[in-house]
Antibody
Framework: QVQLQESGPGLVKPSETLSLTCIVS????????WSWIRQSPGQGLEWIGY???????NYNPSLKSRVTISADTSKNHLSLKMNSVTTADTAVYFC???????????WGQGTIVSVSA | ETVLTQSPATLSLSPGDRATLSCRAS??????LAWYQQKPGQAPRLLIY???NRAPGIPARFSGSGSGTDFTLTISSLEPEDFAVYYC??????????FGPGTRVDF
């Protein structure tokens, strides 16, 4: 079955760029839509953006100016880049599949990102 | 953007009880609503999509209803493993997604 595995640096300094990878196994990344979602400590869930199976992207308006989502189809992985991070970007970051465009049906286990000097 | 409100914030129940969770949208979202269950240290799990469709592998005790602005997740008889936080999520016509703040179901 499909599995998602996020990875990243764990710790990022303020004003730097956060880069995360989501390795997709058991499915082809160009078959579905894929999203990044984050959850701040003790808080709710915030959708960051998606990459469609045709290569189009769509982002949360509140993050759009700082975020880029892309894919490497040869490696079957998804990437997230977020620039100019602040402590408010400290969160668990999840990647998720969208087998129907309305919902997120498969999630990775998440990767913790702390923004601190 | 559409804002989702969930009530109550916390639902204190016992195994075997019926749980009724509410999600209200600030504007009509047709039936573009999903429900998730999240346990501590885990990713959310999709329960219901398009307001009333159970995701594969989800037990029949979970059901969703509603359309427009008012939606309900019902757990017909709580099992011990159902004590968790439940989130609703909507998508807009422009494919912008937002989540509600969650309802905690505990003892």
């Amino acid at each position: 079955q499909v599995q998602l595995q996020e990875s990243g640096p764990g710790l990022v300094k303020p004003s730097e760029t956060l880069s995360l990878t989501c390795i997709v196994s058991g499915d082809s990344i160009d078959s579905f839509y894929w999203s990044w979602i984050r959850q701040s400590p003790g808080q709710g869930l915030e959708w960051i953006g998606y990459l469609s199976n045709s290569g189009t992207t769509n982002y949360n308006p509140s993050l759009k100016s700082r975020v880029t989502i892309s894919a490497d189809t040869s490696k079957n992985h998804l990437s997230l880049k977020m620039n100019s991070v602040t402590t408010a970007d400290t969160a668990v970051y999840f990647c998720a599949r969208m087998v129907v465009v309305d919902a997120f049906d498969v999630w990775g286990q998440g990767t913790i990102v702390s923004v601190s000097a | 953007e559409t804002v989702l409100t969930q009530s109550p914030a916390t639902l204190s129940l016992s195994p075997g009880d019926r749980a009724t969770l509410s999600c209200r949208a600030s504007q009509s979202i047709n039936t573009y609503l999903a429900w998730y269950q999240q346990k501590p240290g885990q990713a959310p799990r999709l329960l219901i999509y398009d307001a009333s469709n159970r995701a594969p592998g989800i037990p029949a005790r979970f059901s969703g209803s509603g359309s427009g602005t008012d939606f309900t997740l019902t757990i017909s008889s709580l099992e011990p493993e159902d004590f968790a936080v439940y989130y609703c999520q909507q998508r807009s016509r422009r494919l912008i997604f937002t989540f509600g703040p969650g309802t905690r179901v505990d003892f």
